[in-house]
């Protein structure tokens, strides 16, 4: 629902700020008063296109922000989470619009694009009436409504995950087919790569491992001499270190005699005598050891050239040769085998594709049962709001499918037979809904997006609405001009409609029928004023009170009498 709408400098609006109820909602006003300026701004924050016009005159920009109570909405959650915006039980969507002609848009204080200030709109309000934000009026739109009032979520999910697996079936299978020749012609060359490979035979971690073994050899003369220097310095000298700290350490036993502080210090000598013997050690082994080998020394460069020609060619690391014939070896595999593949994967799509022919008749033909129902229901719901006479049917065809195949000479995945035909199945099945109508005796029926615009069309989309309202997910219906054209009685049956409706929607309607205005939750009033030589629209919620005379004068007119405010009393159920 809407909690709140903010509107600044836009047209005739100077500042603006109204939190709205749940239920049913009645805006009213004289005309001219400015509703269709409301109705325009909040269009602006559901993703509508804006123009420099709509800024107040002398001011630099015109903001509309509005709250949206959000909680379980969970249809949001996949286009918020993909913008980086993390779902919440409110949304504040902001609309900013500078007299420069620039526009911003805004989700929870986070730039959006229009695109998906529009998509989220789309998630969040119907608005019908004057304007465009008519999801009824979409054709795409009618066969999830069906759908929805069928029940049919469940098949319709199963469906669409055997389809997804068709299409990716068939992708893979288009992919291999423009491949076959292309690998053909490159196995030749791939094999003599991976022999070429096979002859140096490379292992993961071998470069390393000669590249040290190379240092050490080209440096033997260097190490054989150091470590024996090193060697003379610590042990086999006349004075060498070891021998020293023997002597250090003796003195510091003896003086321990003398006095016992010398006790901690007399034994770190002795570890180090004996680090100093264990270090010795170990480069008199080493130097032992050092290995003159110019054999082994070109060995190890002729190897380590060979892989470097194989890193120039095959991706510059020793991993990176391993990974690539790793995968043109798959390559050749794949050209070997090609037709053993080929034959198996368009045996599993064939199986897929009967599933997904077998679950699109169950679908369709359920949705020949639903379609039937709605029908009939809509027809009478017209009835009642004063269109008599009119013929509503959903029509439900399919695409047919061409009989050749594509380019690349697989046949069409998606063609799947009905009966005598060749159909195209689609994400939802093989259906394709439009809803069709005609309000007048003897009139031929038309589709629904094509009927005239006005207080007609929004009693159809009540009608629909009505009908489909436990199904349809929309938190938020707006009906502007919903009483063009309708009077008395029928004034009547379209108010107690659209109360109806209010119990699984936040219905906002604009009025000039009391019948309608008196059902009301919550009532608000446009009107203008006058400040110095500016004209402002401004809006605000009426008390009970005000209320009561408001619809008073929906009644009797500017001269509201004390028997009009009685009538409007009794209209509105408070006697």
Known sequence: MIKSL????????????????????????????????????????????????????????????????????????????????????????????????????????????????????????????????????????????????????????????????????????????????????????????????????????????????????????????????????????????????????????????????????????SSAVAIVSELAKFIQGYNAGVEFNPERLDELRTRLGRLSMLKKKYGGSVDSIIDYREKIRQEVALAENFDAIIQQLSGELEEVRAECAARAQRLSAKRHEIARKIDHAIVAELAKLGIQNAQFTTHITQKEAPEDGRSDGMANPHRVRQGKHSVCLNPRGYDEVEFYISTNLGEEEKPLAKVASGGEVSRIMLALKTILAKSDRLPVLIFDEIDAGVSGRIAQTVGLSLKSLSSFHQVIAITHLPQIAGLADCHFAVYKSKHGSRTTTTMRKLSLEERIHEVATLMSGAEVTTAGMEGAKELMGLK
């Not at 005739?12 to 239920?23: K, T």
């Not at 969970?74 to 980086?84: A, Q, T």
């Not at 270190?241 to 007399?266: G, S, Y």
């Open 6 to 269: 903010f509107i600044s400098n836009y047209a005739l609006i100077h500042e603006l700020s109204v939190e709205f109820s749940n239920g049913l909602v009645i805006i009213t006003g004289e005309t001219g008063a400015g509703k269709s300026i409301i109705i325009d701004a909040l269009g602006l924050i559901l993703g509508e296109r804006a123009s420099t016009e709509v800024v107040r005159t002398g001011t630099d920009k015109a903001v509309v922000e509005g709250i949206f109570q959000t909680a379980g909405n969970v249809r949001l959650s996949i286009p918020l989470e993909e913008s980086g915006i993390e779902p919440a039980d409110e949304l504040i969507i902001r609309r900013e619009v500078s007299a420069k002609g620039q526009s911003r848009c805004f989700i929870n204080d986070s730039p959006v694009t229009l695109t998906l200030q529009k998509h989220v709109g789309e998630l969040l309000v119907d608005l019908h009436g004057q304007h465009e934000h008519q999801s009824l009026l979409r054709v795409e739109t009618h066969i999830s409504m069906l759908d929805e009032f069928g029940g049919l979520g469940r098949m319709v999910g199963e469906f669409h995950e055997a389809f997804k697996k068709l299409q990716e079936l068939a992708d893979k299978l288009h992919e291999l087919r423009l491949r076959e020749q292309q690998l053909r012609e490159k196995k030749e060359f791939y094999e003599f790569q991976i022999r070429e490979i096979n002859a140096v035979a490379p292992e993961p971690t071998e470069e390393e491992r000669h590249e040290r073994d190379l240092r050490i050899l080209e440096n033997a003369e260097k190490l054989y001499e150091t470590t024996n220097s090193l060697y003379e310095v610590l042990y086999e000298g006349d004075r060498s270190i070891h021998d020293l700290l023997v002597l250090v350490r003796n003195r510091l036993h003896d003086l321990i005699e003398i006095d016992t502080r010398f006790h901690d210090a007399a034994g770190e000598s």
